[in-house]
């Protein structure tokens, strides 16, 4: 008989040096933050302020933004100081874009170590303003830009070609004294992601940005991001993440949200325990999670609340649920911590679980 080998939840967490990318400590034993990415032109500086907006409110801790035009850049300042949250530049090709994101105020800058070969001869300068300004820079590596040189020697993008880009690339800095790095190895294969940031995890003590880049849609993105940070944050590796979503960016930041809720590596807010339904439902389950998702959405307190399609399995099965719901009959029978405390029709049933929720003593 084979014996199943349970791993413990969440092993003790990789030890990385702490920065602070605008206040926002990231590394160290500093909780794992959330980040995404806007979608707007950042030259749109109304539009951008407006999605880093509902991206804060989603529970997004730092945000980064795309430079590619001298538009961009020139947008930076306004951005950087009307954001209520530290604002990263995204820097790919030109090395002036990173002078002028610090100059804006910005509170990281991230470059692509295959992009940006040409800042060779610009990495003692940048060292300088970055170091006088206080401003960390990510080196973000990713498979489908790596160095032409390490695909030639790898033939591939493989974990050991995404580890050795990074910390070429960091010792770049390193040589001019700058070590405020945090560093990323993305890959849009999990497996190979994983591999990738155990052996960065190994290699030195930088901070850790977790991302599966090019992830997919919405499902396919979350099943990735989800499989890939489970396993290296259980195992202690991260310190901040973004899941890559072909989707709103939003969507991003709640899925990042619940999957450190998952892990214990926050407090839980809203959960919804809902059945799956089954041919025993006596309600439109879907919909009434939904229905129940939204009008919970921003309750105050953390809170679990059970929707089941019947009673057969009812409060029983969602004993550990703060309050929920079984259908049956056109009826819902409200419980609260696994007891049933009234009954009323299924039209009134979100109505009946706000009651009681603000009810409890939680
Ligand atoms: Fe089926 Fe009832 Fe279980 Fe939902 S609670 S899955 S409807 S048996």
Redesign the pocket.
């Known amino acids: 008989m084979t014996t199943l080998q349970l791993a413990p939840p969440v092993r003790r967490r990789r030890l990385s040096r702490k920065l602070s990318v605008g206040g926002v400590e990231v590394g160290g034993d500093a909780p794992v933050t959330v980040q995404s990415m806007t979608t707007t032109p950042t030259a749109d500086v109304e539009a951008t302020l407006r999605q880093i907006a509902e991206l804060t409110a989603a529970g997004c801790e730092i945000v980064r933004v795309a430079v590619p035009s001298q538009d961009d850049a020139d947008a930076l300042p306004t951005i950087a100081r009307k954001s209520p949250i530290p604002v990263v530049a995204d820097i790919h090709f030109q090395p002036r874009y990173v002078f002028a994101a610090i100059d804006a105020g910005c509170a990281a800058v991230r470059v692509n170590p295959g992009n940006i070969r040409q800042f060779d001869d610009k990495v003692a300068e940048i060292a300088r303003a970055a170091s006088s300004a206080r401003v960390p820079i990510r080196i973000g590596v990713n498979a489908g830009s790596l160095d032409q040189r390490l695909y030639r020697k790898y033939g591939k993008a493989s974990p050991e070609a995404l580890v050795e880009s990074a910390l070429w690339e960091c010792s770049l800095f390193e040589e001019h004294g700058f070590t405020d790095l945090k560093i990323s190895v993305k890959h849009h294969d999990p497996m190979v992601m994983v591999a990738a940031y155990r052996q960065l995890a190994r290699s030195c003590d930088y901070p850790l940005h977790l991302g599966v880049t090019e992830a997919g849609p919405l499902v396919q993105g979350t099943v990735k991001s989800s499989v890939a940070f489970g396993v290296l944050l259980s195992e202690g590796i991260g310190d901040t993440i973004r899941v890559s979503l072909s989707a709103p960016p939003v969507e991003e930041v709640k899925v990042g949200a619940q999957i450190l809720a998952s892990l214990g590596l926050r407090p839980r807010k809203l959960e919804i325990v809902s059945?799956?339904?089954?041919g025993?439902?006596q309600v439109d389950?879907y919909k009434l999670a939904e229905q129940v998702t939204a009008a919970f959405e921003d309750f105050p307190v953390p809170l679990r609340v059970a929707v089941?399609?019947?009673v057969?399995?009812?409060p029983g099965?969602a004993r550990e649920a703060d309050l929920g719901v079984?259908s049956g009959n056109g009826k819902g029978q409200i419980f609260v911590r696994g007891e049933v405390v009234r009954t009323v029709p299924e039209s009134q049933i979100v109505e009946a679980l706000l009651e009681e929720a603000l009810k409890l003593d939680v």
């Open positions: 059945c799956p339904s089954c025993r439902a389950v089941m399609g019947c057969v399995n009812g099965e079984s």
